[in-house]
């Protein structure tokens, strides 16, 4: 860790760090998804989830940034390179071969879903370890995920 004259206590700050780069790795993991599915999806509505995939590419590059920012606002290191992430990433392999949009909505609602749990859990974790702050910017994050499920289970829920 490295020293700062943030008050919190190292003990805190530290486990808040591993916190934050536990999910910085699923993140990152998600914003390629999202990127891949932007790449590859064909069928009937290509250009909306063209775009859409996009948008969640950027809105997760966000999160990717406060993440790794927070870690080293409270005196550690963000762990963001490709090796780190592919190794504590808990996110399921995105099958490469993926094509049709139908696909690449329930796998992107899959794996946000899933990182969405976690980040949930990771409020009450930084809230329990006492870090308001670190605590908040998850909860952000949370609801912004809840809205971005929203976005691609709306493709899923309705008759086609
Ligand atoms: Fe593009």
């Known amino acids: 860790m490295h020293p700062t004259s943030n008050d919190l206590p190292k003990k805190t700050r530290r486990a808040m760090c591993d916190l934050l780069n536990a999910r910085l790795a699923d993140a990152i993991d998600l914003r390629l998804q999202t990127k891949q599915a932007h790449w590859n999806v064909k069928g009937p509505h290509f250009i909306a989830l063209h775009e859409l995939f996009d ?44 094509s049709a949009g139908h696909d690449h909505l329930k796998l992107l609602a899959k794996a946000l879903a899933k990182f969405g749990a976690s980040v949930r859990h990771a409020i009450d974790a930084a809230a329990k370890a006492g870090d308001a702050d670190t605590a908040d910017l998850f909860t952000g994050m949370s609801r912004g995920l809840d809205k971005t499920l929203w976005f691609l289970e709306a493709h899923l829920q309705g008759k086609a």
């Not at 590059?61 to 406060?66: I, S």
């Not at 870690?71 to 399921?92: E, I, N, P, R, Y």
């Open 55 to 98: 948008k969640l590419y950027e809105v997760v590059g966000d999160y990717v940034d406060e993440l790794a920012e927070r870690a080293v606002q409270l005196g550690g290191t963000a762990q963001g390179t490709l090796q780190a992430v592919a190794k504590h990433s808990l996110l399921d392999v995105y099958p490469p071969a993926t």
